[in-house]
Structure formats: C-alpha cells, structure tokens
C-alpha cells in the first residue's frame, strides 16, 4: 500500500515535497513513478524512479523543476516541486508495477499495479 502526503494550497513560484511511503513491502524493490491528474484529464505519468534509484525519467513539462528522489531505509520515495506553475493543479499519486524491475522504470499507468489515493496540490495566485 502506498500513502502520499504532503500536497497543498501554493502560489505560482513556491514549492512543495509530496512523499510516498509505502507499507506492507519493501519499496527497494520496485521502480515507482509519480502520476498526476487534472481536472477533466487523463492520468499522465510525470517521473519515474528505478529501484537503485540511478536511473530517472521525467516529462518535459517538469524537467528541470522536479525532483524525484527515494530512501529505501525509510521505504519512502518523494517529490520535490520548484517553480509550481497553475498548470501544475492536480492530483499525484504514486505506484509501481507488480514486479520488481531493475534498471529501468516507467511512466505508463498501464504497467502500474499499486497505487496510493493521491494528494492534491493546489496552484493558485
């Protein structure tokens, strides 16, 4: 099971630490990824991390701004947003596929087996 936390109400600029932990498995295992959903959009992956965590993928519109980063001790991956622009409101959730994969991760909610509930995060001026 995954829990995120730490979404919120910012304005344009600030930023936020979304965290994923996970509990009832250990999340050195898996690749996870980071999604997000709009208002009236589909789920779109956004940053992917390997289970090493030396492999890392982002989209274009978070490149630069984003960072993904996990603890495997604290069985905890996170989100550190820079620079939140309005077009950033969404829901995030994280997950991982059902088997471990090593090396490489995914930003396609089609490989995805377990997710969290999501946190909203709010950008507005």
């Known amino acids: 099971q995954f829990v995120e936390s730490g979404g919120g109400s910012v304005q344009p600029g600030e930023s936020l630490r979304l965290s994923c932990a996970a509990s009832?498995?250990?999340?050195?295992?898996?690749?996870v990824t980071w999604f997000r959903q709009a208002p009236g959009k589909e789920r779109e992956g956004i940053s992917c991390i390997d289970t090493s965590g030396t492999y890392i993928n982002y989209v274009d519109p978070v490149r630069g701004r984003f960072t993904i980063s996990r603890d495997n001790d604290k069985n905890t991956m996170y989100l550190q947003m820079n620079n939140l622009k309005p077009e950033d409101t969404a829901v995030y959730y994280c997950?991982?596929?059902?088997?471990?994969?090593?090396?490489?991760?995914?930003?396609?909610?089609?490989?995805?087996?377990?997710w969290g509930k999501g946190t909203l995060v709010t950008v507005s001026s």
């Open positions: 009832g498995y250990g999340l050195e295992y898996y690749a």
């Open positions: 997950a991982a596929p059902e088997f471990s994969w090593r090396g490489t991760c995914s930003l396609s909610p089609d490989d995805m087996y377990f």
